[in-house]
C-alpha cells in the first residue's frame, strides 16, 4: 500500500521545528543546500562513494570561532556505495531521528525505484510523492496526460515512425546513463529507421527503448523552462509563484550548433548525430507579454494535478517549454519538483523570485522558507508527502 497522508503527519508531528532538509546529491542540491543554509536550517546531503567531494569537501560548511558560517552550505554529507541505499530501513530511521525532510530532484526518483519511493521510504517528503512517477514516459498516466487534462498546449504527437510527416524528435532514455537522454531528431520514416540503427550500433540506445519511444513534432523556438512554486499556505490566489527561468546545455548539440552549416556537413557521419545530455544551464527572463501565458498554463497545471493527485503540486515544479513563432508556450517537458537547473539562481535568487520577495529568492531558500513557516505555524502535514 502507498504511504498515506496520516503515517506522514504523524512522524512530522514527533519532529521539532528545526528540521534538517535532506536531498541526493546531484542536480540541485547546492541550491537546496544553500537556500537551507541562508534560512537557518541544517542540512544534509546524501551522496554516493566516489560522487561525494563536490559537497563534502569543497563547499562544506566552515564555521568561525564563534559558531557562524564563514563559508560554505552543505552541513554534512552521508554516503552510500550505491544511492538506493538510502532507503534501507536502519537509514530511514537515522534520518527520522535527524528530523529531516527529504526534497526530490531527479536523481532521487530515478535512482531509488518508484515503489519504494511510495510504497515503503517512511520519511517525509517536501512535494507530491505520488507525482514524481508522471515524469516516466512510459507510465500510462505521465506528464502528457496531466498536461492534456490541463489544456496545457504540447507538441502534436505522431503514431508512430511511419506517421512521420515532419520534423519530429524521438524521445526515449540513454542507453547507458538512464538518467540522461537518447533523443534523436527525423524528418521521415527512412530517416528515423537509418538514425535508430546508428544510435543502436553506437550504444546511445537501446532498440527494445524504441517501441515505447515517444515521437512527437519538433517545436521550431527558444527554449525557456519555467520554474514555479506552489504553496498550499497562501490562500489559492496567491499560491502560484515564478522564480526563475533557466535554459539547458546539451553535449555536444550546443557545440555542433555553434559551428557554420558548411562544417557541420564536414563533420563524420557518426558525428552528425548530436547527445542530447544535459551538462549546465543559463539563466533567462521572458518578455513580459509572455508572462500572461505563462501564470496561466501554471494555474491549469495546479489545478489538474490537485484533480488528479491529491493534494496536488507542492513546492516546486518546472515546466520546460518552447516559444513558438507565434511566441505561444508550448510544454515539452515537466519536472514535478526542483528542476535541474535552479542552481543558476544559487545564493543570488534570480529577478522573478527576487521581484516577488524583495531580497534573494532561490528555488533552493524559498522551500526553506516555506518549511520553516509551515513548522512555525503547525501546518508541516500541508507541505509534506
Known amino acids: 500500500m502507498p504511504i498515506d497522508a496520516a503515517e506522514v503527519a504523524a512522524i512530522a508531528a514527533g519532529y521539532p521545528k528545526a528540521l534538517t532538509v535532506a536531498t541526493v546529491g546531484s542536480h540541485a542540491a547546492l541550491d537546496i543546500a544553500d537556500g537551507a543554509a541562508s534560512e537557518g536550517l541544517p542540512n544534509l546531503v546524501l551522496a554516493q562513494r566516489g560522487r561525494e567531494a563536490t559537497y563534502a569537501r569543497y563547499f562544506r560548511t566552515v ?68 507525482m514524481l512517477r508522471i515524469e516516466e514516459r512510459s507510465e500510462r498516466e505521465n506528464y502528457y496526460t496531466l498536461l492534456e487534462h490541463a489544456g496545457v498546449p504540447t507538441p502534436a504527437r505522431l503514431a508512430g515512425p511511419e506517421a512521420i510527416d515532419r520534423l519530429a524528435i524521438v524521445k526515449l532514455p540513454h542507453a547507458q546513463r538512464r538518467l540522461e537522454r537518447g533523443f534523436f531528431t527525423v524528418a521521415s520514416p527512412q530517416e528515423y529507421r537509418e538514425k535508430a540503427e546508428q544510435l543502436v550500433a553506437r550504444g546511445t540506445i537501446l532498440r527494445s527503448d524504441l517501441a515505447t519511444a515517444r515521437i512527437e513534432e519538433y517545436v521550431l523556438g527558444p527554449v525557456f523552462n519555467f520554474n514555479f512554486f506552489f504553496s498550499p499556505l497562501a490562500g489559492r490566489d496567491d499560491g502560484l ?18 559551428l557554420p552549416a558548411a562544417q557541420q556537413l564536414e563533420l563524420p ?26 501564470f496561466r498554463l501554471g494555474e491549469r497545471f495546479v489545478r489538474a494535478s490537485r484533480e488528479r493527485y491529491p493534494p496536488g503540486i507542492v513546492g516546486p515544479f518546472c515546466l520546460q517549454s518552447c516559444l513558438d513563432r507565434t511566441g505561444r508556450p508550448v510544454v515539452f517537458d515537466v519536472a514535478a ?26 528555488s533552493g531558500r524559498r522551500i526553506a522558507v516555506e518549511l520553516k513557516a509551515a513548522a512555525d505555524t503547525g501546518r508541516l502535514a500541508e507541505v509534506l508527502t
Open 337 to 362: 519538483r526542483i528542476g535541474g537547473g535552479t542552481n543558476v539562481h544559487l545564493a543570488l535568487g534570480h529577478p522573478y523570485g527576487n521581484a516577488l520577495y524583495r531580497t534573494p529568492m532561490s
Open 241 to 258: 509563484e515564478l522564480l526563475g527561468v533557466d535554459e539547458r546545455r546539451e553535449s555536444d548539440l550546443d557545440g555542433m550548433v555553434r
Open 63 to 130: 564555521r568561525g570561532p564563534d559558531g557562524g558560517r564563514r563559508r560554505g552550505c552543505v552541513d554534512e554529507v552521508w554516503s552510500y556505495e550505491k544511492f538506493a541505499d538510502l532507503a534501507a530501513p536502519a537509514e530511514q530511521e537515522r534520518l527520522r531521528q535527524r528530523a529531516a525532510v527529504m526534497v526530490p530532484n531527479r536523481a532521487f526518483s530515478s535512482y531509488v525505484p518508484l515503489d519504494v519511493i511510495e510504497r515503503e521510504l517512511r520519511v517525509p517528503i517536501f512535494g507530491s510523492r505520488s
Open 269 to 294: 557521419p557518426s558525428a552528425r548525430l548530436p547527445e542530447y545530455t544535459v551538462v549546465g544551464h543559463g539563466s533567462l527572463t521572458v518578455r513580459e507579454s509572455v508572462l500572461e501565458e505563462v
